[in-house]
């Protein structure tokens, strides 16, 4: 089972401020919050990561409340560019073992429109 | 910093055929993941590799699927033989624990095969 849920699809114009909320209600004390991106025929690729509050880069930003049962990716003015499945994933920091738990969902479809 | 390297980009075999894939990591890469990706679906990982050690290969259809990482570096996944519903896009991954990353994985541009 997935331990993540996004919803399926989100359409936006060239732009704008896309927010996308993943929620993970059963994360645990030692789960990071990862979001992927992937363009047809290709391989995801990492956006961000975070643990706690507040996470930004050159690409985004990642909002995470107190809890951490949810978090959400912002894509500040998307372009047509930015069409692409965003995938939020939940896993541990475990460097001696198994990183199973590592799942992707279905993902966000984010289609961007001029 | 060269990416992940995967071959061939696509691959076309009939059903009970069997089938290999390559996969070149980031240098200096520990971890090595192999994924199969369904059209319309998330990756799914199929194993993990830790150096050439096997972490996690809960996934992986044991019956009919191999991989090995000899010296800790390259990688093939076999699939002996195949059905129809391995067709799909199979997607190599590697990860550093250096700087702080978090086992960020780096992917490459996958395998598409097609099973007729």
């Known amino acids: 089972l997935a331990k993540t849920t996004q919803p399926i699809s989100m359409d936006s114009y060239e732009g704008q401020e896309v927010n996308i909320t993943c929620s993970h209600n059963?994360?645990?004390?030692?789960?990071?919050i990862t979001w992927y991106q992937q363009f047809p025929s290709q391989g995801p690729r990492f956006i961000i990561q975070g643990y706690k509050t507040k996470v930004t880069n050159e690409v985004a930003s990642l909002f995470i409340p107190a809890d951490r049962k949810s978090s959400t990716l912002s894509l500040p003015r998307v372009s047509l560019s930015d069409t692409a499945v965003y995938y939020c994933l939940v896993g541990e920091e475990n460097y001696g073992g198994s990183q199973g738990n590592l799942i992707f969902g279905k993902g966000t479809k984010l289609s961007v429109k001029p | 910093e060269a990416g992940v390297a995967q071959s061939p980009r696509y691959k076309i075999i009939e059903k009970r055929q069997s089938v290999a894939f390559w996969c070149n990591p980031i240098?200096?890469?520990?971890?090595l993941y192999w994924y199969q990706q369904i059209l319309g679906q998330g990756p799914k990982l199929l194993i993990q590799f830790q150096n050439n050690g096997v972490v996690d290969d809960s996934q992986l259809p044991k019956d009919r699927f191999s991989a090995e990482r000899l010296k800790g570096v390259d990688s093939t996944l076999k699939i002996q033989p195949a059905k129809l519903e391995d067709s799909a896009v199979y997607l190599c991954?590697?990860?550093?624990?250096?700087?702080?990353?978090?086992?960020?994985?780096?992917f490459g541009a996958g395998t598409r095969l097609s099973v007729l």
């Open positions: 991954a590697s990860s550093s624990r250096a700087g702080g990353t978090k086992n960020i994985q780096y």
């Open positions: 059963n994360i645990a004390t030692n789960d990071y």
């Open positions: 240098s200096g890469h520990a971890t």
